[in-house]
């Protein structure tokens, strides 16, 4: 089950660094699975309108929150 945390908070990190990079300029790898947040849920609430860099970062930073609780579980495992 930690390893399916690791993984998620994982992704969480990459896309979120993804989706910034795509808002900024048009990322072109992995656009479809990694920038999924940045083009599908974003556009859709118009209170993040102006915020998309942010919002993003903000999916990176819980993406590394859920990694250290993870390893942090690990280690006291």
Not at 29 to 55: C, K
Not at 67 to 76: V, Y
Request: glycine content about 6%; cysteine-free.
């Amino acid at each position: 089950m930690r390893n399916v945390i690791q993984l998620a908070g994982a992704y969480l990190v990459v896309a979120g660094i993804s989706g910034t990079i795509d808002h900024l300029a048009v990322q072109p790898f992995w656009s479809a699975i990694l920038n999924v947040f940045n083009r599908q849920v974003i556009p859709r609430l118009d209170f993040l309108t102006g915020y998309e860099v942010y919002a993003n970062l903000l999916v990176a930073v819980v993406g590394a929150v859920v990694l250290a609780a993870a390893w942090r579980r690990n280690e006291d495992a």
